[in-house]
């Protein structure tokens, strides 16, 4: 088997056990566990902002040259420093205290999203040993905390006393759960084939073929799906209904200012990459390398790449599929768009479910 | 005329008919509504269009003039009836048998005070509700004591006045546009898809649209009054202002009118120029019509597409003319300056560039199925009450109503060159986008016939220092970038107008967005209004 003999080239798992051992020669056990959960939530935070203000770059830059623009280019060498600069300029900004609105609810809704999606984001395998929360219900988890957000949602829009922001987050609303029903199928859909819903195992059983090869018609079927729900999912376009902005001027979040908009604006993007790297775990073999039995040689250049790069790489394209969606199309109709989920893609997503469980009873998978 | 003063003297006797063109019918206030309904439903005159309602003030009287046009003849009349109470002027409404008239009644209710009997809702339209006194009247006291700067907000009332007639009384009625119990969103003024300060009092059911309340005048300017404090050359100004992404045509229109009345002929050199211009001036509002409605449909990347190539063309315009929006070219008697000498060798490989650009236009927007999904079957007009209405130019077109006034009445060299009046016959908001984009084909094809053939002559004639129109009445209509612009001049004999008039394109256009949005999604609103493409600055003037 690859996985025996693929070793890491930054091996996660031994810094680990490096902290590990020197912290318990300095301190008691409990200090040692405190001082790790420490550790882990800053790394976790720092490379959330960092994803974060990474991926708005990206997105600015992608969607400037979709549109015949250059995008951000003055702020540090192609304006790679700009979402720094901008996130500093909100930092600053005044929260804008606004007459009538519930305040204790308004203000609680941007933490209720943003503590949604760090909690999924600690999820995720980024590579090999290195994943915070791994446990046998893994996928089951992640699911269930990134739903959490669309309550943070639907309190920002009716605590704001905004009808603008009411409709939107009725809108939202109504599409995350729509939506949710996909995504669950899908994931369910991969969870039959895999066997277990711990996102390790997932990872590990993909080592020999990613899980979108292996089960080839219904994976991808599946994978598709998923890419939609997913999309939807993220309020982004063509299903960025919650915000439209030429509907709604920004729906949910109009009229929040300062870091509380600067919460929903960095949960946005973390979605983003959340939707993009449970993609990559189901579908596309999590951190594992592309290899293909037979060719030991490519095998063997493909393990040399550290497994942190393929995983961020995949994710990577998963996105830009996603920011070719917004780029691309115009956006749906509300009653549209939960046509599109009822009608079309929860009776298919249920069928795949069917067709998976049959692919792997009957063992036709590779 | 003589079918029409069978029709007219057999319901009014004392209705006076003028000797010579334009045919000009005074009408006794008290029978001029069963006149109005004669010759609008008469077979032999089916006077179906009100072009243009016009207030006026004549000293003694106040009253109003009505340009009726019938669409299956062409033939035009135009109506005056006045009253002599200028305490408390009433008039007979016709907001029943032309749906146009009804905010244009309101118009004149704000501008002359004239109360309309019969008219459903007799608010203000442009003005605030707490204005003093009606600034188009003659006796209107402008000082700032009478009507200082507010600066608190304008009271948003939910009851409008409607006056009836009974018994020969009038009577004041209460009528109710929204109910305590109903959801009222504003969508505007300040609103990303209403293309400027216009606002829609939507009152909502969940996502669907019961009802929508038009609110004009948050940029109202007042252009008419303007004109008729500065001379004819003066007022030039302002027409550019008004649609500025029609600001060729509507000077046009003016500079045409003014010249009639002059009796002045203009060089075959100013015609080509003043229609190549014309067509560039389209070609730049439809350009940016396409990618507004991508952008109010959520497709931001048509957006850029349709603004990089409208560069191109304002580019065009800038260099022979100095201004990208408003151009100040046209003069009474032909063009500011001579064109560049690289306006035509641009203007060609502008007509080889475009075709390819709006074959990615179709790629990218027009075949998508998601924009056909949004824009297919959404706010459809009927010819009928496009008529009705008076939705002219591209959106009465896509209606199936044939209104192209370069063909019904060609001005400028539209009578020398090949092109087709662009109709479809659906009246949805796709349909309303597909005219665009053909008419975009259309003019590039004007332009392509006329770019060679610019005779060689003097872009000017010489006018007097001092321009004075002869005594009368004078109307000329061109086809601006989004309807039928007409401009219609009283002159006294003075050096400044009397009574001058915009016949704007986009009031009728807004006052349908009612009738296509209600019972639809709050999407579909933007659609629809994206769809009609109307400026603000037309709307309020």
Known sequence: MFLNTYTDSIDFNAAREWIHTTLSGVMPAWGVTLTECVLVGLCLLLGYALIALALIYIERKVCAFFQCRLGPNRVGPYGTVQSVADMVKMLIKELIHINHVDQFLFNLAPFIVIISSVLAFGCLPFAKGLAVLDFNVGIFFLMAASSIGIVGILLAGWSSNNKYSMIGAMRSGAQMISYELSIGLSILTMVVLSGTMQLSEIVERQSEVWFLFSGHIPALIAFLIYLVAGTAETNRGPFDLPEADSELTAGYHTEYSGMHFGFFYLAEYLNLFIVAGIATTLFLGGWMPLHISGWEGFNAVMDFIPSIVWFLAKVGVVIFVIMWFKWTFPRLRIDQLLTLEWKYLLPLSLLNLLLMTLVVALGLYF | ?541
């Open chain 2, 1 to 541: 005329m003589n079918k029409i003063k069978d029709i007219v003297s057999r319901i009014a006797p004392e209705a006076v008919f003028s000797e010579s063109a334009p045919w000009t019918v005074t009408v006794p206030t008290a029978q001029f509504h069963a006149v109005a309904q004669a010759l609008r439903d008469d077979p032999q005159t089916q006077f179906d269009f009100l072009l243009c309602m016009t207030g006026m003030d004549w000293g003694e009287t106040l009253g109003v003039v009505y340009h009726l046009r019938s669409t299956a003849s062409g033939c035009e009349v135009v109506l005056r009836i006045e009253t002599a109470d200028r305490e408390n002027p009433q008039l007979p409404s016709v907001s029943d048998l032309w749906e146009t008239a009804n905010l244009n009644e309101r118009e004149v209710f704000d501008f002359f005070g004239i109360r309309f009997i019969g008219h459903p809702d007799m608010r203000r339209l442009f003005l605030r509700n707490d204005w003093v006194g009606y600034p188009l009247r003659k006796d209107y006291d402008a000082s700032a004591e009478v009507n200082p700067v507010r600066m608190e907000n304008e009271e948003t009332v939910d009851v409008t006045p409607s006056y009836e007639e009974h018994d020969g009384k009038v009577e004041q009625e209460e009528r109710v546009l929204f109910d305590d119990q109903e959801y009222v969103v504003n969508i505007g003024p300040q609103h990303p898809a209403t293309h400027g300060v216009l606002r829609f009092r939507t009152s909502i059911e969940g996502e669907t649209i019961k009802k929508v309340d038009v609110h004009c005048g948050y940029i109202h300017r007042g252009i008419e009054k303007m004109c008729e404090g500065l001379s004819y050359p003066q007022t030039l100004a302002l027409t550019d202002r008004l649609d500025y992404l029609s600001a060729h045509q509507n000077r046009h229109a003016l500079c045409m009118c003014i010249e009639k009345a002059l009796g002045i002929e203009v060089p075959e050199r100013v015609q080509y120029i003043r229609t190549i211009m014309d067509e560039l001036n389209r070609l730049s509002s439809h350009l940016l019509f396409w990618s507004t409605l991508c952008m109010d449909l959520g497709a931001l990347t048509a957006f850029f597409y349709g603004f990089r190539d409208r560069e191109k063309v304002l580019d065009m315009m800038e260099e022979t003319t100095g201004g990208r929006l408003i151009q100040n070219y046209n003069v009474i008697g032909g063009v500011m300056a001579d064109i560049h000498p690289n306006l035509v060798q641009r203007i060609k490989e502008f007509i080889h560039y475009l075709p390819p650009m709006l074959r990615e236009y179709d790629e990218v927007f027009t075949g998508n199925v998601i924009a056909r999904q949004r824009m297919q079957g959404i706010g459809v007009l009927s010819k009928e009450t496009a008529i009705s209405y008076g939705v002219t130019g591209p959106s009465g077109r896509a209606s199936g109503w044939s209104c192209d006034v370069r063909k019904l009445k060609p001005y400028g060299v539209y009578d020398k060159v090949e092109f087709d009046e662009v109709l479809r016959t659906g009246g949805d908001t796709y349909d309303r986008y597909l005219v665009r984009v053909e008419e975009i084909r259309q003019s590039l094809r004007i332009l392509e016939q006329l770019v060679d053939n610019i005779p060689a002559g003097d872009y000017c004639v010489k006018t007097k220092p001092i321009i004075r129109l002869p005594e009368g009445n004078y109307f000329s209509s061109v086809e601006a970038s989004r309807g039928e612009f007409g401009v219609y001049i009283e002159s006294r004999g003075d050096k400044m107008p009397y009574r001058m008039k915009f016949r704007s394109p986009g009031l009728p256009l807004v006052s349908v967005v009612d009738t296509l949005a209600s019972g639809s999604k709050i999407a579909d609103l933007i659609a629809i209004g994206g769809s009609l493409d109307y400026v603000v600055p037309d709307i309020d003037r």
